[in-house]
Each structure stands twice: as C-alpha cells, then as structure tokens.
C-alpha cells in the first residue's frame, strides 16, 4: 500500500522558512516522478514543484521560483520542499505527490499525480 506522510508545516511570519518533508513507502511499481502540491481556501489544487526520477529534472512554479527548493533523498525515500522568503499568499495545505505515468515535460508531471499524501497546513502571517 503506497503511502506518503508529509510533515513540516507550521505557522511562520512572512520572510521566514520552512522545510517540508514527505516520506514514501509501499511502493512496488517505479514512479515517475514526485512532488510538492499546495491548495489554498477557495482555489485549486496546483503543481508547486515536482522532480523526476529518472534524470532529476525539476519543475518550478514561477510563483515559487527563486524562493523553494526541491530535493530527494533517495536512501531514505523522502522529498523535500525547502521554503524561504515565504509570503502570505504561500498558505496553503501543501500536498505530496506520485506520479506513475511516463511523460515528456517535467512541467506535465506536477499535473499527474497518481497518489497523495494527507497534506500539511503552511501559515504564512504579514
């Protein structure tokens, strides 16, 4: 049974960071690709940031480009979501994500996940 356990969300003042983790079990097939989601009151769910299994190519939102890092740790099968200069308007509950269908732009892995973790909270106050 696939299951992702994200952690790492808190309530932090504008400029501040945090760090998001999401640990990965119970797969059995390769994924493609992994990543983080987010989804504000009242909006859709979107792709924030996603990397690809296979050659590591990342995928950046250009809301978050310059201030979120994403990275994997393979030996202990966790990704991480590095967040700094964080705004009010990154609160949201942020989501990890699998993806198991093959693509060819890393940009259309952040719209394919397969299976999803139970999210964690991120409060960003002015």
């Known amino acids: 049974q696939v299951q992702l356990v994200e952690s790492g969300g808190g309530l932090v003042q504008a400029g501040g960071s945090l760090r998001l983790s999401c640990a990965a079990s119970?797969?059995?097939?390769?994924?493609?690709?992994i990543g983080w989601f987010r989804q504000a009151p009242g909006k859709e769910r979107e792709g924030v940031s996603c990397?690809?299994?296979?050659?590591?190519?990342?995928y950046y939102a250009e809301s978050v480009k310059g201030r979120f890092t994403i990275s994997r740790d393979n030996a202990k099968k966790t990704v991480y979501l590095h967040m700094n200069s964080l705004k009010p308007e990154d609160t949201a509950v942020y989501y990890c994500?699998?993806?198991?269908?093959?693509?060819?732009?890393?940009?259309?892995?952040?719209?394919?996940?397969?299976?999803w973790g139970q999210g964690t909270q991120v409060t960003v106050s002015s």
């Open positions: 994500g699998v993806v198991t269908r093959p693509f060819t732009l890393i940009q259309t892995a952040c719209t394919l996940p397969r299976y």
């Open positions: 119970g797969f059995t097939l390769d994924y493609s690709a």
């Open positions: 990397i690809s299994s296979s050659d590591g190519r990342i």
